[in-house]
């Protein structure tokens, strides 16, 4: 195993290492954490205290009487405390039946593990073969408190990647309030970083947005409840040279789908202070005496290799140690859902219409979205009552399963299990069961309400309605939707004090269902959903595999989302459909060549009517149907680069490409926005190929060290007069195209 985590009793030194990093930290002569450095391996068995700088500066505060040096405002730390000496933002913040929130943790104890420990009640990373990792644990104590921190340090074996979290032990004898624990926090020594974030709204989630870190906070964060459309769980700090393909940076996420805050803040002595964890907005966690709390795990990427292989590295780590292990490496179905088909307006006979058409495509799977179930006609009724909706499905769900599966294809529903609406049994019964504040009224989002699945009898409800409709199905795949974010967060149940934990309690029943229903139906794909990508994190990719990207379908939009998204999620993640054209989002007209173009590079389907689709396009379906099939296990499980991006340079193409990881086959997307004429040539240095073989594509063939050096030529008739009779193929806006580049078998 490369992973050493290693104590120095002598200088008090923790060195974690594995092949590509180290992480060095130290304990100061009071038993605090000191970070010595975190970033390219360096040699162990040093020492690296001479990192440890104190300057007597003025207007600063100290720890020890008659002592002008040791002060935590100069010193860089791994778990900071706010108040007795340091004046940035804490890691911890614990309020006391004094009232007072100083603590003082020190250094109790330590243990190296092998492998690496489960998060009880929360998804996390986690390893099959405990040799594939190593594990620090490590106790800091307040003594006065009887309140320990169990801090957890993971290295894996194979990738850049430490991840973290903090569990709270209460072993005094008092309540404790915890209103604040990080997950991450470490101190890096300078602020020349650009932060970068992905941000964006409903229909426009995961852009690429840039700025220079500067003293002061830079942060992002949910209140919703949910990670959100607005900010994505995830930054990365990279150095003003780094780009796509060289250079330094430190990329972050949080196995966490409610509240968070991701924050750096930077020093009046430029040391920058990186932090993830739950948002301390809107939370505080009463810790009972023998009760823990734990925090989300929080993930670490290191690259000196620019982003492509930072957003390698969580590929991997996601496919390999996030998913569950019976989704990695298998083929996903090729899906069609008739949301944008039919959206509420179907009976039995349409969707065996199309569903008919499906199968003479190609397609696996057919999902019927919103709108089976109670008295769900329109969106303002139905929600919570998970049983056939009897007027559009006289015969029930199972028939229509049983009449889908009878034609070779797997079926799925959609559930928004989270959700009811006024009008609903569930409501009528449970008028109780959602968030509400006594006395107030509650706020509606798309005429529904949000179920208290802090409340276990809810969530224990919904999951035997839905394991019921699982078993009367036999259902191959559940889209788990969830369209609105939370108000009126209060928990009737729970005492004034604790009205605090209400949106982490409903975290954790978000994840108990999902727990129950995968455990319980481990043969059912998931794919979760909020309105397109709302809740996109790596907390629900632990539970369902894939997530609906976007609710913005059209190609040339989804060509900004997947790129974002593709920062640190798997391709086999990032659901993406070919749609009809006008585009319901847009209103724009694309090729269904550049659709599927697109969509490729995601977990594939189809989101139409195919019997609107004219002869000649049926055709191209079902070779795009194949093409995807033949490349899935490439695209899904090869290494993926960005090479143009669409943020950048002209900001009118896109190219990226996939590359198995035996490196014979590799396929490259090319996409422009709007034709023009007289343009540059265009070349695009391809990467990840092997230089010293031959590819061929179409009927030519080129050296890996051709593609890479000198590049790939992608002009097309823009860069000259486009009707210039030269025959050459015509071009259009939105047009793309895609290469196939096979290893050239020797003869
Ligand atoms: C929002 C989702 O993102 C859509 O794909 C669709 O499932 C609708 N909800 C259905 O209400």
Not at 177 to 205: C, K, N, T
Not at 340 to 358: G, H, M, P, R, S
Request: include cysteine; proline fraction near 3%; aromatic fraction near 12%.
């Amino acid at each position: 195993m490369a992973i050493t985590i290693k104590f120095q009793s002598e200088n008090k030194q923790f060195h974690l290492s594995n092949k590509d990093i180290s992480y060095i930290f130290q304990l100061s002569e009071d038993g605090k954490l000191l970070q010595l450095y975190y970033g390219k391996k360096v040699p162990q068995n040093r020492d690296y205290s001479y990192l440890i700088e104190m300057h007597h500066r003025p207007m600063t505060t100290y720890r020890k009487d008659g002592d002008l040096l040791y002060s935590l405002e100069h010193l860089k730390q791994e778990f900071p405390e706010y108040g007795t000496t340091d004046f940035r933002h804490p890691a911890i913040s614990i309020k006391q039946a004094n009232g007072s929130n100083l603590t003082n943790f020190t250094y109790k104890s330590h243990q190296i593990i092998t492998g690496k420990k489960t998060l009880e009640g929360m998804p996390a990373t986690y390893v099959e073969n405990e040799q594939e990792a190593k594990t620090l644990l490590l106790t800091l104590e307040d003594q006065l408190l009887g309140v320990e921190i169990e801090l957890s340090y993971t290295l894996f074996d194979k990738f850049p990647v430490l991840t973290r979290n903090a569990k709270v032990v209460n072993n005094g004898v008092n309540v404790q309030s915890i209103e604040q624990v990080a997950s991450l926090s470490v101190d890096l020594p300078d602020r020349d970083y650009d932060w970068m974030q992905l941000s964006g709204a409903w229909g426009r989630e995961r852009y690429v947005k840039e700025r220079k870190l500067q003293q002061g906070i830079q942060s992002i964060e949910s209140t919703r409840g949910i990670s959100s459309h607005q900010h994505n769980p995830f930054v990365a700090l990279k150095r003003e040279n780094t780009d796509e393909f060289q250079g330094e940076v430190i990329g972050a996420t949080l196995v966490y789908s409610g509240n968070f805050l991701m924050q750096a803040e930077v020093d009046t002595w430029d040391v920058t202070r990186l932090q993830a964890g739950i948002n301390p907005f809107g939370f505080e966690w009463k810790l009972q005496p023998g009760e823990s709390f734990t925090s989300p795990e929080a993930i670490l990427v290191y690259s000196d290799k620019g982003l492509n292989h930072m957003s390698q590295t969580f590929h991997q780590l996601f496919n390999e140690h996030l998913i569950q292990k019976n989704w990695y490496k298998k083929d996903r179905p090729v899906l069609l859902n008739n949301w944008e088909a039919t959206y509420f307006n179907f009976n039995e006979n349409k969707l065996v219409n199309i569903a008919k058409q499906a199968k003479n495509v190609g397609i696996d799977l057919f999902v019927l979205d919103d709108g089976w179930f109670g008295e769900r006609n329109d969106d303002s009724a139905g929600l919570g009552d998970w049983f056939t909706n009897k007027k559009r499905l006289p015969q029930g769900i199972g028939n229509l399963a049983r009449k889908i599966k009878s034609l070779g294809l797997q079926f799925g529903l959609w559930i928004e299990p989270e959700m009811v609406n006024k009008n609903s049994d569930l409501y009528r019964n449970h008028p109780e069961w959602i968030l509400h504040t006594p006395d107030r009224k509650s706020n509606h989002g798309r005429n529904q309400f949000v179920l208290n699945f802090g409340n276990d009898e809810v969530v224990e409800n919904i999951f035997q309605q839905i394991s019921a409709i699982i078993n009367e199905s036999e259902l191959d795949y559940i889209k788990w939707d969830m369209n609105r974010p939370l108000t009126n967060v209060f928990d009737i149940n729970l005492d004034a004090n604790q009205q605090g934990e209400v949106f982490h309690r409903y975290v954790l029943g978000v994840y108990k269902l999902y727990e129950k229903l995968i455990r319980n139906h481990p043969n059912v794909l998931f794919e979760s959903c909020s309105s397109g990508g709302g809740r996109f994190d790596a907390g629900m990719l632990y539970y369902a595999p894939q997530t609906w990207t976007s609710d913005d379908s059209d190609a040339i939009e989804r060509l900004k989302i997947q790129y974002g998204t593709s920062m640190l999620y798997p391709l086999s993640s990032i659901g993406a459909h070919v749609s009809i054209t006008p585009n319901h989002q847009t209103n724009r007209i694309t090729p269904i060549e550049t659709r599927a173009n697109v969509a490729y590079f995601g977990a594939f389907g189809y989101e139409l009517d195919l019997n609107q689709l004219s002869k000649d396009e049926l055709e191209k379906v079902k070779e795009q149907i194949k093409f995807y099939k033949k490349y899935q296990s490439v695209i899904h499980n090869g290494t993926f680069y960005r090479l143009v991006s669409p943020f950048e340079k002209d900001q009118n193409h896109m190219t990226w490409i996939v590359v198995s990881k035996d490196q014979s086959t590799a396929i490259v997307g090319d996409y422009k926005m709007l034709n023009k004429v007289n343009q540059p040539y265009r070349r695009v240095k391809l990467q990840g190929l092997n230089p010293d073989i031959e590819y061929k594509i179409d009927d030519s063939t080129y050296s890996g060290k051709e593609l890479m050096n000198v590049g790939l030529i992608t002009s097309d008739a823009s860069s000259g007069q486009i009707n210039d009779q030269n025959n050459r193929a015509e071009t259009y806006d939105f047009d793309s195209k895609i290469w196939v580049l096979t290893q050239l078998e020797e003869h």
